[in-house]
């Protein structure tokens, strides 16, 4: 059942300003893997949210959820900012550049982000067309997909533990301006925020990730979407102007681990 849209509320993906910055942890190295080749990106919604199955292995998420239980999470106030979503969860929020390029880069993302983004619907060399031609069309649609051209994932790391009774109430994602430093060069580049990437480290009952589609005229009253975490899958949702409204639900038993960072493609 389609919930009341909440009235513009937002997460708040800015980094920390008035802290002192937070040291970069010692994070466990990304290992094991699947590789790429085993691993996709399956559209869940068209165009809207993507989800990485086994993005990472089970035994890799044990590693990373233990390790994580040993940072300094803060419970977030149940009292948000006037234009900020209801949310009650404890979190850790980190700029780290290397890690999100060692999340981006070490890992299957980036070949799933750049390579093989559209599997199911684009068929690459086919007999329609010649490679430039074939080349030319899948670089515009990489751009539509990710609206721009993906350099990496946003620095600003944070960590999310739910526990039981915790929740992050209905609410869009932002696009956010930045500027970028992507590994492969010298320059740091202008570039903005386009999807939210979750990677749910736990299973756990409730907490499920929920979208709520808009209303539209042939569709007035369309089904939520609920995402179940799975251990190791990773889940992209296009943020900014066309976000969807969504919520992750109230844990009702286990902990729910979450590493969210964006993708960040250049302006
Ligand atoms: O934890 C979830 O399921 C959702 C998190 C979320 O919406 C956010 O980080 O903006
Ligand atoms: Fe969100």
Redesign the pocket.
């Known amino acids: 059942m389609a919930k009341p849209k909440p009235q513009n509320k937002k997460?708040d993906?800015k980094p920390q300003t008035r802290q002192p910055p937070t040291p970069p942890p010692n994070w466990p190295p990304l290992r094991p893997l699947l590789p790429a080749t085993d691993l996709h990106l399956t559209p869940l919604v068209h165009d809207q949210i993507y989800l990485i199955r086994n993005f990472l292995p089970a035994t890799l998420c044990k590693t990373y959820a233990s390790f994580l239980s040993s940072l300094p999470l803060t419970t977030t106030p149940g009292r948000p900012k006037k234009d900020e979503?209801v949310?009650v969860?404890d979190r850790f929020q980190v700029e780290d550049a290397r890690f999100a390029e060692n999340l981006w880069s070490g890992t299957a993302l980036r070949e799933l982000v750049l390579e093989r983004f559209d599997e199911d619907e684009y068929s690459y060399g086919d007999e329609d067309g010649t490679p430039e031609q074939d080349e030319s069309a899948k670089a515009q649609k990489l751009c539509e997909t990710w609206g721009g051209q993906p350099l990496g994932l946003n620095p600003n790391i944070?960590i999310?533990r739910?526990s039981k009774g915790q929740f992050?109430a209905q609410?869009y994602?932002e696009s956010n301006t930045l500027t970028f430093h992507p590994a492969s060069t010298p320059r740091s580049v202008p570039a903005r925020t386009t999807w939210?990437l979750?990677v749910?480290l736990t299973t756990c009952t409730g907490?499920?990730?929920?979208f709520y589609p808009d209303a539209t005229r042939e569709n007035p009253n369309p089904a939520a979407i609920a995402?179940a975490?799975e251990v190791g899958m990773a889940l992209l949702h296009r943020?900014g102007d066309r976000c969807m409204v969504?919520?992750?639900?109230e844990v009702t038993g286990g902990e729910?681990w979450?590493v969210?960072s964006d993708l960040v493609v250049a302006r």
């Open positions: 997460s993906s979503a949310r969860n944070r999310y739910y992050f609410h994602d939210t979750l749910y907490g499920e990730t929920v995402v975490p943020h969504h919520e992750g639900r729910k979450v969210r």
